[in-house]
C-alpha cells in the first residue's frame, strides 16, 4: 500500500463498517412476497446475491475500499471483455476480470455494458407507471416512497442497498430505476400497454464494482461515517484465499426484514403497507394479497387498489412521522458512469386523510389468492432465495428476445 492509499485506510478507520442488508424470506414470506420478490430478482440476475449471506471484516473492508480500480484492458475503448476489478487485501494485490466477478457472485452476465445508459427511452413511461408524482423523472426528485406496488417497493430497497450502497437515503437513481425496469421487461413487453420496450444493456456485476470503487472517495468526504455495502467482499477474500483468521470478524447479519421496513415507512406495521396515489393521498392496505401484488397485470405494477381493499391507518402517528425524510448522501449524479444522484433537500412525507373514503367503502369481498407464476419463468419457492442459483440455470424460463436498444 503506498502512502496515499495509506492516508485515506487512516482516515477510514473512523469510519464505522457494518453489516450488509440483505433479503429476508420470513418478512416476504408473511407478507405474502416471497414469490414474486424472488422471481425478479431472479430475471434482474441478482437473485443469488440479494439473498447469500456473509460474515463482515471490518479492517479487509478498509483494505479494499482505500485501494479498489476499475480498469480496462484499452481505456480509449471500455468493454465488458475488457474491464476488470482489482484491490490490495492482507498485503495481496487482487485482480479478477468482471466475467469472473459475475462467476463468483452468480450474476447475470448477458448484459454487457459497463456504462448507465443516460437516453433510456422508457424512463418516464415506467416512472409514471410504477410511481406517483408529476412531471417528468429526476433523480434529484424521485423517491422509494413513491413507488406504489409494495413488491416492487421492497424490490427496490434491496437494490439500493445492495448494489448502490443506499441504506437509509431514499431517492432513486437512473441506474437504480433501469434496474427495476429490467425486472419487468417480459411483462411490460407482454402487456402491450403502448410502454415503450429497450433492453436494459448494463451489467449488473458493473454496479456492483463502481458501488466497491466511488465508496472510499463518498466516505471521506461525508460526515455519515458509516458503510454496509461491504459484507458482499467476503466472496472474493474466500476466493483469493485471504488469511480470514488474522483478521476480526462480524458474524452479524442484517436484513431488509420488518423492523427495517418500518422504519422506512415502507410498512405501517407488520401487515399493513403504506402508499401513495395518484393524488398524493396516504392509504394503507393489509398484506398478504397476492392478487393484488404479483405483476400478472399492467394494473397490478401500476398498483392502485380499488376501495374495498384499503384499510384505515392501524396506529396514531409515530413521533417522528411528520420528519424529514433521512438525510440524502447519495453521490453526484454527474459523476463517471452517472450511477447516482446528487445531494438535494428532503422530500416531504405528505399525509393524507382516507379513512373517510374507507368508511364509505362496500366490505371488502372476499377472495382466494390466484397462484401466480410469471409467463415464461419457472416458479420458485419461498426458499429458493437462500439458495445458490446454477449460472446456467439463472436464465431458464426467461423469454428471449431480438428486440434490441
Known sequence: ??????????????????????GHTETLAALGLDTYVFEMLNAMGIASLCYQMHELYPDLVRQ?????????DNPQAPTYENCSFSFMADGKF??????????????????????????FTPTERFWDLIATGTGSFASRKAYHSQIRNPTLGVIAKMVSNLLFAKD??????????????????????????????????????FHLIWMFYTRKDFLLRTDNKKDRCSSLL?????????????????????YVDTPY?????????????????????????????????????IENIRFLPDPEFLCANPRAPPPDD???????????????????????PHEEDPQGDHEGMIRRSRAAA????????????????????AERLPRNMRMAGRSESGESD
Open 64 to 72: 479494499v475500499l482505500t485501494t479498489a480500480h476499475i480498469g480496462y
Open 94 to 119: 487482487c485482480s479478477l476480470s468482471l466475467d469472473q466477478l459475475n462467476e463468483i457472485y452468480e450474476i447475470l452476465d448477458e448484459q454487457k455494458d459497463v456504462a448507465v445508459e443516460n437516453k
Open 261 to 297: 421496513l418500518i422504519s422506512c415507512h415502507i410498512l405501517r406495521d407488520e401487515t399493513t403497507y403504506r402508499f401513495t396515489d395518484k393524488e398524493g393521498n396516504v392509504l394503507f392496505i393489509k398484506l398478504p394479497q397476492p392478487h393484488l401484488t404479483n405483476f400478472s397485470t
Open 366 to 385: 372476499e377472495q382466494t389468492p390466484q397462484q401466480y407464476h410469471r409467463a415464461g419463468k419457472e416458479p420458485a419457492g419461498s426458499s429458493a432465495g
Open 322 to 344: 411528520y420528519m424529514d425524510e433521512p438525510e440524502d448522501i447519495t453521490p453526484n449524479e454527474e459523476t463517471a458512469y452517472d450511477l447516482a444522484e446528487e445531494q438535494q
Open 1 to 22: 500500500m503506498d502512502k496515499e492509499s495509506a492516508q485515506k485506510y487512516n482516515t477510514l478507520l473512523n469510519t464505522e463498517i457494518l453489516p450488509t442488508r440483505f
Open 168 to 205: 437509509q437515503t431514499s431517492k432513486v437513481t437512473k441506474g437504480e430505476l433501469q434496474m427495476l425496469y429490467s425486472g419487468l421487461e417480459d411483462e411490460i413487453r407482454r402487456s402491450q400497454a403502448g410502454l415503450p420496450f429497450q433492453h436494459v444493456q448494463t451489467n449488473p456485476g
Open 234 to 254: 467476503t466472496l472474493l477474500f474466500k476466493h483469493f484465499r485471504i488469511n480470514l483468521q488474522a483478521y476480526a470478524v462480524n458474524y452479524n447479519i442484517e
